[in-house]
């Protein structure tokens, strides 16, 4: 059955929701796109459910199963169900005004469909799925960045894949575009297993366009000489306002010294001796705020005036893009050193636009990956930056990329902000239920969210894209196999056995001049 025969005719629609029957010998997908050709109109709807029956009554079929009895000639069937998302008129596409008649033909979406739905996007994440064949290319768009974003999916359903494909877009779109990334497992790096295997440092303009930054190498340090009390608000969201303001007068009699000097008073004198500095006297106050300042670990803050995070931000408005690998620390001090950056780097974005609004202007569009989200947007724990982010932080053009296995954990009020949604595999009910209950066009998919295959995904991309849209991502590997090495107008250098060849005329011609 070629592309342009139908598969089908519609035999009963209501409301957005439109039913079909299948021809004999078509096959087709959950989640796959078809077209509907209704006189000068033609609609697209997605498939959402399936079922096939015969025109035999429950006991009929019984009886015909066991053999017991001939009915002679009758019909066995398919019906499919599908609901709608866009209409074409002439040249215009629009939200459907209306829905299909009886007996209009249905076809599966073709390469010329997929360019009338305008899938494509600077930030190309792969291609469009229809069956077992891939159409045209699928991608978000820049501005859709400060517009917010989650990935979404099981363990093993394919999040690193299209962490690296999406970052590496945005290496690609520098300066305009750039990228700060918490890596909490350690595998964007290199890539993902025990096999050898491709990750960031693969990418061709890794060495002039990404920075990467791990405690391994001692590149990842905080002095304490640049901790500000404002700053122990983001190191310790459930600190409390007594707690800031002993800080603040500790801070204002002992300057940058304060958090060192105060440990070291508070470990010969205890708390009478802090509340002598700052002139306070409330006991549990103090152990309170000492307890946290001890907390600081002397290998990530140790007694110093550099912090790397200034580094970061340089690097970041330079449209260099940061990957700060965090993993093989506390789970603590992994919060505190991704909120902090976090912060630092979101409020810089932020000073600019009301401080210089032409510096702000030259500024790359920024996209924070943030790995585990639900640790950091958990409801039922004290608010971090990262929720400021996702719910003020459009406007400077700072974005937030939620990636976490667990989507049901995530604040509502955030969730509702995340424009952009790749949706993988998931098979806890309780987190395909907060999908699709919380995410506009996906109120049919529960049952095509649990059967996707890796590397498979769901993508929705409001303004742009107003519709869950199958897609398969772009095997990262096969994506940097494609883009080929990066030509850096360098001087062509000569053959090894061109400079042999040198070498030995040169040794002549001193063995002869002896």
């Not at 039913?19 to 000068?40: H, K, M, P, W, Y």
């Not at 670990?297 to 550099?306: A, I, K, Q, R, T």
């Amino acid at each position: 059955m070629g592309s342009s025969d139908p598969i089908g005719f519609v035999c009963g629609t209501k409301g957005d929701s439109v039913s079909f029957f299948l021809n004999r010998g078509a096959t087709l997908s959950f989640g796959q796109i078809v077209r509907i050709d209704s006189g000068e109109r033609s609609f697209y709807a997605r498939i959402v459910n399936a079922e096939s029956s015969s025109t035999l009554d429950t006991i009929e079929q019984l009886r015909e199963a066991e053999g017991k009895e001939s009915f002679g000639p009758y019909s066995a069937y398919r019906c499919v169900e599908a609901i709608l998302f866009l209409e074409k008129t002439a040249d215009k596409v629009h939200s459907p005004t209306f829905n299909p008649n009886y007996k209009d033909k249905v076809y599966v979406a073709s390469e010329e469909d997929c360019a009338v739905l305008k899938l494509s996007g600077e930030l190309e994440l792969g291609q469009l799925r229809s069956g077992e064949h891939s159409l045209g290319s699928v991608g978000i768009n820049i501005e859709a960045i400060p517009l917010m974003m989650g990935m979404f999916g099981m363990t093993g359903s394919g999040k690193t894949n299209t962490e690296l494909i999406l970052n590496a877009q945005i290496i690609d779109n520098s300066p305009k575009t750039v990228a700060l990334i918490f890596d909490f497992a350690g595998q964007l790096l290199e890539g993902k297993g025990i096999k050898p295997q491709k990750g960031l440092k693969d990418h061709p303009l890794f060495h002039g366009k990404v920075q990467y930054y791990s405690f391994r190498d001692g590149k990842m340090i905080v002095g304490l000489h640049t901790i500000s009390p404002e700053k122990l608000l983001t190191l310790f969201p459930d600190i409390g306002l007594p707690q800031f303001r002993l800080a603040r007068k500790l801070y204002k009699k002992l300057g940058k010294n304060w958090i060192e000097e105060t440990r070291e008073v508070y470990g010969t004198e205890g708390h009478v001796g802090v509340g002598r500095i700052a002139d306070y006297k409330m006991k549990h106050v103090i152990d309170a705020l000492m307890l946290k300042l001890s907390s600081l670990s002397s290998d990530l803050f140790p007694v110093s005036d550099y912090s790397f995070i200034d580094n970061v931000t340089q690097n970041l408005c330079n449209g260099i893009t940061c990957l700060i690998d965090i993993s093989g620390i506390s789970s603590e001090d992994q919060n505190k050193i991704t909120c902090l950056v976090a912060s630092t780097v979101a409020r810089h974005y932020k000073r600019l636009w009301e401080e210089n609004y032409a510096e702000w202007l030259k500024l790359p569009t920024l996209l924070i990956t943030l790995e585990e989200a639900h640790e950091f947007l958990d409801p039922n724990r004290p608010r971090t930056i990262f929720s400021d982010i996702a719910l003020t932080y459009r406007k400077y053009r700072v974005g937030l990329n939620a990636v976490t296995p667990r989507p049901s954990r995530i604040n509502f009020d955030v969730f509702a902000e995340l424009w952009t949604k790749v949706i993988m595999k998931t098979e806890l009910r309780k987190d395909r239920a907060y999908l699709t209950e919380n995410t506009p066009y996906l109120e049919y998919s529960d049952t095509e969210i649990k059967m996707l295959d890796v590397g498979e995904a769901l993508l929705i991309s409001e303004p742009k894209i107003r519709f869950a849209v199958p897609i398969k991502v772009t095997h990262y590997p096969e994506y940097l196999q494609r883009r080929g090495t990066e030509d850096y107008g360098l001087a062509e250098t000569k053959t090894l056995s061109e400079m042999d060849e040198r070498l030995k005329r040169l040794r002549e011609q001193e063995s002869l001049s002896f």
